[in-house]
């Protein structure tokens, strides 16, 4: 890629943007260094590992490599054999606490975590533990050594420690006994390494020492006395052993570290690539980017795209299409309206997406590859050179046209500006022309009539305009593919105030052509609006059509499971009816067999007893609902895969899965279930089963039941049962009120321990067609009944 079109299309303020987002030196100049790539299978590397840093930064958050310094200097005298000294030891130990804190972050937090493309650059880290962990044990600062480093430098110190108390002893019992009043101040002082004290110069002779200074005005000597020489003497040789021994500490630990030097220049190298990596996903995380998809045939699909270094709040989405069905786009339309914006978004999102970074974009957009990209943008006035506009112009297109191939993509804004209309304007078609017979991908921007009607009359030509709004003056931004944008200078200037006889007098200078197109212009821009609205509308028409069948599928699902759960109840309480029946039946026999009169003998009473018996066994036949039957007797070929059944011995609907075997025998799938059953038991369902309450009011047991909800009370006393009683009695209760449509409806439990209350709250949020509940208000019973809505 050629360093103008980079900068001319602001590719440098991207990876600026991109830089700040790097936090290690290291990482910051691979950012700096990064460009487009030409290459589609490092491109599509480069993409994946900006996708699998985004997503990581959304479960995880991000990962700072600060603290990443260079170190490659360090590692080559380590391997020469030479000793590092504490700061770069220190750096080093830094590097191997981030390589830490990154291996940590590499790893999958649970085993179902699919592995990307990054896992390769993190197993490739080696943390070196023990060797960091002796850095830090060691080295404080860059100038301070631990007293734990080695037992010699602690036995050092303490020496050293000791010996500076016994020479600060001996000079405050001089300070303090006999030579007091020869001293200028009663201080002990330092001049060079050693501790002297500031004697007046008249009494030179009387304290006996070394002079090691003296003051400016000479009133003052600096003595280090007799009785302190050797220990001072005794003390620089200790602080010259604490040198030799941090200096034998040093050169270990280097010892240790160079045993691990490829491991380190691997740590620095991964996770400097890494950086770079992480700061395009943070990129794409500012942008809310996503990852295009790439092809070498030329086609570009941008979808909603937004120009990233414009305010994203008030950045207008644009969509552009080119190299599928046309392969050269002129946008046309009145100044500020967003054409030159339109070329800069396609030229700077096809160098991003070629430098592996994500677009501002929404998903499934497509770019293509390109070996180069020209772009003839901006004001090229050049008062060096002596050059106006239009030479500037036709000088940087002339460079393009000797580079320009098929794998090229070129932009040019205001193409044959600067000079004569009618001569820029052929001159353009002219250029255009070329390029669009090479097969060259190719966007404009234009103000000429005469590109319009180019693009109008030429294959694989496509107009396009930026919209603009005449009552307000103002541009909307949107790119409309297909349409010749208009100039508006009439309507605009009408607006500002111009006189309408000079705009009357301006319209009839027009050429009967001119005037017809313009008018053409406008009926496309009519119609245009107009099949937008329709669109619009359609689209809704449709959205609420998808909500209606979604809202009456809930419906369905919810008048069968109260069908189900209806006949249920009905079948249970009729089976425990006629088994109360028959044992008090029982129980009376027996009774009659033992107290029964004399008269009536015991054969009577038996077959008395067996009457009862065979009345009570028919009334239990008469009670249980027998299965269904099929309305018709189905054959093997009216089955089809995907066929809606209901399957009649479990009374549940599902899909036949497959077709019927010699035996009359398919499986069916019903929800998570897949069952075989025979053709008999299955009855086609032809269309939706909907069960209203008026049908279910004709059978006998669902008469009893809506019957009872018709009258069921609009509140429910629950006081002093136990929370399995209450949820066991609220919950028949509230699907007889939601038969009944009674909402709200009223649940007293009292207040007392707050058990019973909490117990209702914790079942009634499970029920999907409770809409809401609350505490009673004052004067409705306040917290000892709880309101409930239905939905």
Do not use: W
């Not at 770019?367 to 008062?383: K, T």
């Not at 353009?428 to 109008?456: C, D, P, Q, W």
């Not at 028919?618 to 309305?631: D, F, G, H, L, Y």
């Amino acid at each position: 890629m050629n360093k103008k079109t980079l900068y001319k299309l602001e590719f440098d303020k991207i990876i600026d943007i991109l830089t700040g987002h790097a936090s290690s030196p290291g990482g910051k100049q691979a950012c700096q260094k990064l460009k487009p790539m030409t290459d589609i299978g490092a491109i599509e590397t480069a993409q994946e590992q900006t996708a699998a840093a985004f997503t990581r930064m959304i479960k995880k958050g991000h990962l700072s490599f600060s603290g990443c310094y260079a170190v490659t200097d360090s590692l080559k005298r380590l391997e020469i054999g030479s000793a590092l000294n504490a700061a770069e030891l220190l750096r080093i130990g830094k590097l191997l606490k981030v390589a830490a804190r990154a291996k940590v972050y590499g790893k999958h937090d649970t085993v179902e975590e699919c592995a990307d493309c990054l896992d390769a650059y993190f197993e490739q880290i080696s943390p070196l533990a023990p060797v960091c962990a002796e850095i830090d044990r060691c080295i404080i600062s860059e100038d301070e050594i631990s007293d734990d480093a080695s037992s010699k430098l602690k036995q050092i110190r303490r020496s050293i420690s000791g010996m500076n108390d016994k020479i600060h002893s001996t000079l405050n019992g001089l300070l303090n006994g006999s030579l007091r009043s020869y001293l200028q101040d009663a201080i002990i002082t330092m001049r060079g390494d050693r501790y002297c004290l500031p004697v007046k110069a008249e009494y030179r002779s009387q304290v006996q020492g070394m002079i090691h200074d003296q003051s400016s005005t000479g009133s003052t000597l600096f003595i280090e006395p007799m009785a302190v020489v050797k220990l001072n003497n005794d003390l620089k040789e200790l602080y010259a052993q604490e040198q030799e021994e941090i200096q034998v500490i040093l050169a270990r630990i280097s010892a240790d570290v160079a045993e691990y030097t490829e491991e380190i220049r691997t740590d620095y190298r991964v996770m400097t690539e890494l950086d770079m990596i992480f700061a395009k996903g943070a990129l794409a995380l500012d942008m809310n980017a996503s990852r295009p998809t790439f092809n070498t045939q030329g086609r570009i699909r941008i979808r909603e795209g937004r120009h990233p270094l414009l305010d994203k709040k008030k950045v207008v989405p644009i969509s552009v299409t080119l190299g599928d069905t046309f392969d050269l786009l002129i946008v046309t339309g009145p100044n500020t309206g967003g054409k030159t914006v339109s070329l800069k978004t396609v030229g700077l999102f096809t160098l991003m997406g070629q430098a592996g970074l994500h677009i501002p974009a929404l998903d499934r957009s497509e770019l293509s590859v390109f070996r180069q990209v020209f772009a003839d943008i901006g004001d090229e006035q050049s008062i060096e050179q002596s050059l106006s506009t239009f030479s500037s112009h036709m000088t940087n297109i002339v460079s393009f046209l000797k580079h320009v191939d098929e794998d090229s993509l070129v932009l040019f804004d205001e193409l044959g500006a600067g000079t004569d209309p009618t001569e820029g304007a052929a001159l353009a078609i002219a250029i255009l022309s070329y390029l669009h017979n090479r097969g060259i991908r190719t966007m404009a921007t234009t103000h000429y009539s005469e590109l319009k009607v180019f693009a109008l009359s030429t294959p694989g030509v496509e107009n396009a305009c930026c919209e603009f709004d005449v009552e307000t003056l103002s541009p909307t931004y949107h790119l409309l593919i297909g349409i010749p944008g208009k100039s508006n200078a009439f309507a605009i200037s009408e607006k500002l105030g111009l006189p309408s006889y000079i705009i009357q007098d301006a319209k009839s200078r027009l050429s009967e052509e001119d005037e017809s197109f313009e008018d053409l212009l406008t009926d496309l821009e009519a119609s245009r609006k107009t099949i937008e609205k329709e669109r619009d509308e359609v689209a809704s028409y449709r959205r609420e059509m998808e909500r209606m069948k979604s809202e009456m599928k809930i419906k369905q699902d919810k008048l069968d499971a109260q069908r189900d759960k209806i006949l249920r109840e009905a079948n249970e309480k009729a089976s425990a009816i006629v088994r109360e029946a028959k044992d008090f039946a029982d129980e009376t026999m027996k009774n009659f067999r033992k107290f029964g009169k004399e008269n009536v003998s015991a054969a009577e009473m038996e077959k008395e007893r067996e009457r009862i018996r065979k009345q009570l066994a028919k009334t239990q036949n008469s009670s249980r609902i027998e299965p269904a039957k099929p309305k018709k007797e189905h054959k093997a070929s009216d089955f089809h895969l995907g066929d809606s059944v209901k399957v009649l011995s479990m009374n549940l609907t599902g899909t036949v899965s497959s077709l019927p075997d010699a035996k009359g025998n398919l499986f069916v799938q019903m929800g998570i279930l897949r069952s075989q059953v025979s053709m008999s038991d299955l009855e086609i369902i032809e269309e939706p089963l909907t069960i209203t309450a008026k049908q279910m009011r004709r059978t006998s047991s669902g008469k009893m039941k809506m019957n009872k909800s018709m009258h069921i009370s609009s509140e429910i006393n629950l006081l002093g049962k136990t929370v399995d009683e209450a949820v066991a009695e609220l919950d028949k209760y509230l699907d007889d009120a939601y038969l009944a449509h009674l909402s709200p409806v009223r649940i007293v439990h009292g207040k007392g321990t707050g058990a019973l209350r909490n117990g209702i709250h914790q079942y009634l949020r499970r029920q999907k067609h409770v809409k809401s509940f609350r505490l009673g208000a004052f004067g409705e019973g306040d917290a000892g009944v709880t309101i409930v809505e239905f939905k």
